[in-house]
């Protein structure tokens, strides 16, 4: 997940990794709570005991910052309501959260996780979160819808930022 060419051994770009791999976990974690209705604690639990840096089906090992990655979750959880509010208003008024895919849905809830209770950077939630939107969806429109729900969400939650 080393989009920035980054050297090996460069600490920023570990960390930038970590940090990407712990947001595509949280996406997917989110996804699965919702798909198989469970809780967040259970799905914290297996994420950490088995999926966390583990290899994926073509043998690619993702490291993950396993406490961004619960901070996440448990902000996506926490401040659901809050998070689906401002999207809700980033979105078109026919097409509320709950109408949308369920992987946006969980990336919204992941990058507003990130904005409203983590503080991170809005331009780094947007620019990491787009990424994402282009691995889950290569060649699709998905991420400049992405980029544009973010944007406004952005500005909603932290003007300051702006």
């Known amino acids: ?5 980054d050297k090996p051994g460069d600490k920023q770009a570990d960390r930038r990794a970590l940090s990407s791999g712990a947001r ?9 709570m919702e798909a198989a209705g469970q809780s967040a604690d259970r799905v914290l ?23 961004l990655f619960a901070q996440i979750v448990d ?8 998070i689906d509010q401002a ?7 026919k097409w509320p959260i709950n109408r949308i895919d369920p992987v946006l849905r969980a990336l919204f809830r992941a990058a507003g996780s990130e904005l409203v209770g983590l503080q991170t950077p809005p331009r780094v939630v947007i620019v990491e ?11 699709g429109r998905e991420p400049k819808f992405v980029n544009a729900v973010l944007d406004h969400v ?9």
């Open 1 to 5: 997940m080393n989009a920035n060419n």
């Open 24 to 32: 595509f976990y949280a996406i997917q974690a989110l996804y699965q």
């Open 45 to 67: 639990r297996e994420f950490e005991n088995h999926r966390l840096g583990a290899e994926d089906e073509d043998g690619a090992f993702v490291p993950a910052d396993e406490t």
């Open 75 to 82: 902000g996506a959880v926490n401040w659901q309501s809050r």
């Open 87 to 93: 999207t809700d208003r980033g979105l078109v008024a």
């Open 129 to 139: 979160y787009v990424r994402l939107a282009e691995a889950f969806y290569p060649g």
């Open 154 to 162: 952005a500005r909603e939650t932290r003007p300051d930022a702006f």
